[in-house]
């Protein structure tokens, strides 16, 4: 076995017991992105000789004997989205091609600290909005297990990355599934924290009352410890939430006996694919027979999610996106004219047809007339949904659901139907709306050998439950361990 495939916990005993060093993880991370990144296409930018910097300080802690935190000297993916301090982050679009922030998210801040070693930037559907990373402006992301298909979105390059192991762990960002869809379609651990658990400073924004950063990981055990490192509040991000952050590696119980968990019959509907269908009830069944006590709810309001959901997040994108006019950074088309030609000008050609599409949407939505029709009425069935949620969380203490409708689907195939690529994320979207905690698991492969995720949501900051859940079920089945082949053919 590659180094490049292990956990980030077996690596820290390696570096710890001087195994290994982390320059040598390093340089065998940047030897497999070299081996499939032109296949798999996941990065946007490659920060080598300050990885390997950063990898060299690691090393001289290990040396010296020093207690070096869990996360020291393991190489890490951030998503485009995430700022980064001299290193360019274009967040996927041509507006933000040369943008080098001067400055580090707080997330990054905190990563430093672990004495990680990040990689590269990842790529991403531009602005985040997408569900399979065909919006880029720069590149289509492929899936490690089959080229031909798309990895999810909009974190699919973060979590294409981590399956094809070109990193360790990842980091990315969940407006309405981009975490838990991305990481089921790519066979790989991803968890979108509650909101308000993880800071949002330096978080590029797309719909600021959903948008919250999460890890990417082999197994549950590197997501307790990534979690550990980036949550808490943050004097810098107001909607942080000043609550005690547990040890989340204190979650990693190996028994659901005694807990509850809710099924949800809105989300077992004949629009569900029958693999995927299976493989979830499987996984619930595994779950039960350790002892858990599984019963159906109802999440009533379930079917309105994806329509308030496209209201509401445009509606936040168009008021966030208005800062990219070509007047403080960013592109700007080169023969401007007047000031009103600029705006248009460079926005035209600055975004692409996905983002320009979301922000007509959610200028509409708010404009004069009929922001209490559209707006107004969608935050009061999000209202809704999270009550049902509330009402379920009182007899239950995790909801399993499916993470993804179907398996990764072929690249291309929905480019044409933006309707049917929103309904990607019709399994993710209702607990965004509500800022509950969520995460995905591999569950299995359907027949064509295409992974299934499912999906553990808990309460309000009671990550501990849905990591206890998770935990216990991965240590019961083997699915984490399986690895997709990637035949290095040189595909797009």
């Known amino acids: 076995m590659s180094i490049c495939e292990l956990t980030a916990h077996a690596l820290h005993e390696k570096l710890k017991a001087r195994e290994i060093t982390a320059q040598e993880l390093t340089e065998a991370v940047y030897e497999r992105i070299a081996e499939v990144e032109p296949d798999v296409k996941g990065y946007l930018t490659l920060t080598k000789d300050s990885a390997l910097e950063q990898a060299c300080r ?12 869990p996360l020291a000297g393991i190489p890490i993916a951030i998503k485009d989205v995430i700022c980064t301090r001299g290193v360019r982050t ?23 600290k672990q004495g990680v070693v990040m990689i590269g930037k990842t790529n991403m559907d531009e602005f985040a909005m997408g569900s399979s990373t065909e919006n880029s402006a720069y590149q289509i992301t492929h899936n490690p297990w089959n080229l031909d298909t798309i990895p999810g979105g909009s974190s699919g390059g973060s979590a294409a990355v981590v399956s094809a192991d070109t990193a360790i762990c ?14 089921a379609l790519c066979g790989v651990v991803g968890m979108k924290p ?3 658990r993880v800071s949002r400073y330096g ?5 600021s009352s959903l948008d919250q950063i999460g890890p990417f990981t082999k197994d549950i055990t590197d997501c307790a410890l990534v979690l550990n490192a980036i949550c808490g509040s943050d004097a810098l991000d107001a909607t942080s939430v000043d609550v005690p952050v547990p040890d ?3 979650s990693l119980i190996n028994d659901v006996k005694g807990l509850k968990i809710g099924v949800p019959k809105e989300y077992f509907t004949p629009a569900l694919d029958p693999e995927i269908a299976d493989s979830v009830s499987a996984a619930i069944a595994v779950l039960e027979g350790l002892g858990a006590t599984v019963e159906e709810v109802s999440l009533p309001h379930t079917e309105y999610a994806i329509a308030t959901y496209y209201i509401i997040a445009p509606a936040e994108a168009s008021a966030n996106l208005a800062r990219y006019d070509g007047v403080r950074y960013g592109y700007r088309n080169a023969n401007p004219g007047d000031l009103i030609s600029m705006y248009k000008k460079t926005r035209s050609e600055g975004f692409g047809e996905e983002v320009k599409r979301r922000i007509m949407l959610g200028t509409f939505a708010l404009s004069a007339g009929y922001q209490d029709a559209y707006y107004k009425k969608a935050q009061k069935v999000r209202t809704l949904i999270k009550s049902d949620f509330d009402a379920a969380f009182e007899k239950v203490d995790v909801i399993a659901t499916p993470t993804s409708p179907t398996p990764a689907f072929k690249i291309g195939e929905r480019t044409a139907d933006p309707l049917q690529m929103y309904l990607s994320d019709v399994m993710t979207t209702p607990a965004s709306h509500a800022g509950l905690p969520g995460i995905s698991v591999p569950c299995g492969l359907v027949k064509s050998g295409l992974p299934v995720g499912l999906q553990l949501l808990g309460a309000p900051f009671a990550e501990e439950n849905v ?13 984490h361990r399986q690895k997709p082949h990637i035949q290095t053919n040189g595909v797009g």
């Open 58 to 69: 690691a090393d001289t802690g290990f040396q010296n004997g020093e207690e070096m935190p």
């Open 90 to 112: 274009t967040c996927g679009s041509k507006i933000l091609e040369n943008f080098v922030p001067p400055y580090d998210a707080t997330v990054m801040t905190k990563l430093h």
């Open 170 to 183: 990842s980091l990315g960002s969940d407006t309405g599934g981009s975490i838990r869809q991305p990481a």
């Open 194 to 196: 509650t909101y308000g």
């Open 203 to 207: 978080l590029v924004a797309f719909a």
């Open 248 to 250: 989340f590696t204190q």
């Open 467 to 479: 990591l206890r859940v998770a935990y216990t079920f991965e240590q019961n089945t083997e699915h």
